[in-house]
């Protein structure tokens, strides 16, 4: 055996990952607000890239400016103005700088109106602190109450134990416990409660209902009230289940979490739809919501002095690649617009029933189907998908949901899961309280309609619905 080294041609294909292909992709990813933030941070890093507004700006300057000089015999060059001895990276060096922000003109003489500013929403601990101030109590005693105050989390509950408050302070546990007292007799009722059934019987202190079975059933029985077991109670409190399902009712339209009508960090945001899809007359039209973000154009002022400098020289070299990187970017983001709405068209094509009729004619579909119809791969359907909602008639749907599994009907024909959850939720809804069905009974009625389906399903289904069974959905 040989040993050596050779030198060989060889013939291969790989794929090869460059950061355009890298940032195309990126782009693709990314929804409305996200793409609205990252071309905005564009702006800033590339000097020729510029928006719509101040393109049109600028044309009306040059114009107004153009109209009002008068004729000169001379032609002035940039490299007068510019010699090609300077060091251009360096005058452009503020552009690469992330930080770097231009300044924005505002004109302080417009009037301001209201509906320029925003309200800011009162948190728990500001509404406790406010009623605090009014609170009957020597200063310590607030103190210690703005200290516990503090320690509820966003659902108004306790963190601490008296214990640990005292230990803070240096001071007898009564002194916390009165401070206490006073803070769970604040609004809303059931605030400062260290467990739910101290909540819940604050609530009841609050209401003004005195009645000691309902107490005890706070105190003992909240697992049976939650597994709908009320013969149990029956049994312990010696009284009929009728009145077990009274104070069961009465129990369940108390607050659990008192703290969670108040705003805080953690508020769900409003949704921005990525597309909406609007009738007009017979046909539903689609319309990429990319309006937000800025439309880009390559500066013309840059692209002037690109095309009068010298090839070779430092500027050429310079804002060429620049040029380069915002032409990628431009169009990568018409790609991207392109992409979303073809695969966005197709959906629409396969679940047009669903678009007309409602949620029960949503039918089965894949990202295969769709990526096939569209003439791309799979990935790149799930990448324009990932994250984004579709406004429609029906209202918002995060685009996904149009991509589910299902069943089939005798005859062969597809029924999407999502449509199957809608029926179960009808026939629970409009069921006999006192004689709920079964998983078995809901199986038997879609088979009656030709849905082929087993329990288990039924029940998985109904479970992903948040639906309690049929023993717990039981009333008495």
Known sequence: MRLGFDLSIEQIQKLVMTPELIQAIQILQFNTQELESFIDEQLLVNPLLDTSTANQTENTEKQQEEDTKEPENEEKHYDEEYPNDMDWKEYFKDYDDISYRQKEYRDESKEMSYEQFVSNDITLSEHLMFQLQFSDGNKYLKKVGRYIIESLDQNGYMTLSVEEIADKFKVDNQIIEDALSVIQSFEPPGVAARNLQECLLLQVKNAKIEDKNLESIIQNHLHDIADNRLNNISKSLNIPVEEVQRYADIIKKFEPK??????????????????????????????????TAPRLYINSYYRRMLMDSEKESQISKYLT????????????????????YNVVKTIVDYQHDFFEYGKKYLVPMTLKQVAEEVGIHESTVSRAINGKYLQCPGGIYEIKYFFSSGVSYAHGQGVASESIKTMIKELVDEEDPKKPLSDQQITKMLNEKQIEISRRTIAKYREEMNIASSSKRRRY
Do not use: C, H, M
């Open 258 to 291: 008192p703290g969670r009508q108040f705003s805080s960090d953690t508020d769900i945001k409003y949704i921005v739809p990525d597309v909406t899809l609007e009738k007009v007359g017979n046909r539903y039209i689609i319309i990429v919501n990319d309006t």
């Open 321 to 340: 690649g620049k040029l380069n990187s915002a032409l990628w970017l431009i169009k990568s983001i018409e790609q991207r617009r392109q992409t979303i």
